[in-house]
């Protein structure tokens, strides 16, 4: 990125991972309507400044073309949304498509529905494993942005609604869940991660589900997904700050994350500052005006009587 970019503020509209599974933010410049992608770098310095005075609509997204668009109306939103009601429509897309009437899903929703997807277990901890469904021209994309630690794909199924079904019946066992909160998965982060350890945890649940559901599923390999999150997959681990509990100036709506970047798992980054590992789930911003710089800020941290940190 050149000088100039260094020196504008942009909306973030997505937070996420590219077809080569790298770190990707989507930005949009309002004056020129454009979206630019922009890739941090792991082990360099990096400041964000979040103005948290407003919120804007994120746009919307071509599920035909994988294209993302600014808003037309630049519409302003409650703090619970990201999206305005147009182009909620423009998108067409809804997660959840199983708890819509049939009447009401939308067009794009049903062509992406009759296309194949996966049914995956995601691995965060032994006692949190997700079930879950993606879209197989995605890759691992979404697991990657899930930020979970493993990965475990049961099986490729030629309709969503097909994966779907195994979906449903899976989470409806005790050892499975279809959500993990995004303040579960911060304190997760802090433990140890032993791939071996989540390996067999993953395959003796493929084989539980199995016995359950008297099913066979592919015999594919668990993915270590923690090499696409850090340089050389060296997560730090131990006590972590949350930056967003801390605002730098609580009188001027603005909110700074600043120091080393060491990972982006999911949507979580952790950088180092002042020998403290600092996070902040970065989704939670989108729709807000950022403005990012390759420089440390120095913040204003609470003092710990101690830091234990394993990098």
């Not at 901890?125 to 079930?131: L, Q």
């Not at 994966?163 to 993990?180: G, H, L, P, Q």
């Amino acid at each position: 990125m050149n000088k100039d970019f260094f020196e504008k503020d942009y909306l973030l509209t997505r937070v996420d991972f590219d077809r080569n599974q790298k770190p990707r933010w989507r930005l949009a410049d309002l004056g020129s309507g454009e979206i630019l992608s922009f890739s941090p770098e792991f082990e360099e310095p990096i400041s964000i400044e979040i103005n948290l005075s407003k919120r804007f609509c994120i746009g919307w997204h071509s599920l035909e073309t994988g294209e993302d668009f600014v808003c037309p109306e630049n519409y302003e939103l409650d703090k619970k949304y990201e999206q305005c009601q147009n182009c909620q429509k423009r998108t067409g897309f809804n997660p959840a498509f199983y708890n819509i009437k049939d009447g009401e899903i939308s067009k794009q929703q049903i062509e992406r529905n009759l296309q194949p997807h996966f049914v995956y277990l995601a691995y965060f901890s032994d006692e949190t494993i997700k079930v879950g469904i993606s879209f197989a021209g995605r890759g691992i994309a979404r697991l990657l942005e899930q930020g979970a630690r493993a990965a475990l794909i049961l099986g490729e199924f030629s309709s969503a609604n097909i994966a779907r079904n195994y979906e449903e019946k899976i989470s409806k066992m005790t050892d499975f869940c279809e959500n993990v909160k995004a303040n579960v998965k911060l304190k997760l982060l802090e433990q140890d991660f032993i791939f071996s350890k989540a390996e067999k945890a993953l395959l003796d649940a493929r084989k539980k589900i199995e016995t359950a559901q008297k099913v066979v599923f592919e015999k594919q390999d668990p993915i270590d997904l923690n090499k696409f999150y850090a340089k050389k997959g060296k997560i730090p681990s131990g006590e972590m700050l949350e930056i967003q509990n801390c605002p730098q100036n609580q009188n001027d709506k603005t909110l700074i994350f600043s120091g080393i970047l060491k990972a982006q798992v999911g949507y979580i980054l952790l950088a180092e500052q002042q020998g403290e590992v600092i996070s902040i789930p970065l989704k939670k911003f989108t729709g807000r005006k950022i403005r990012i710089s390759p420089k440390i800020i120095e913040l204003n941290l609470p003092e710990r009587q101690a830091s234990l940190f394993d990098f």
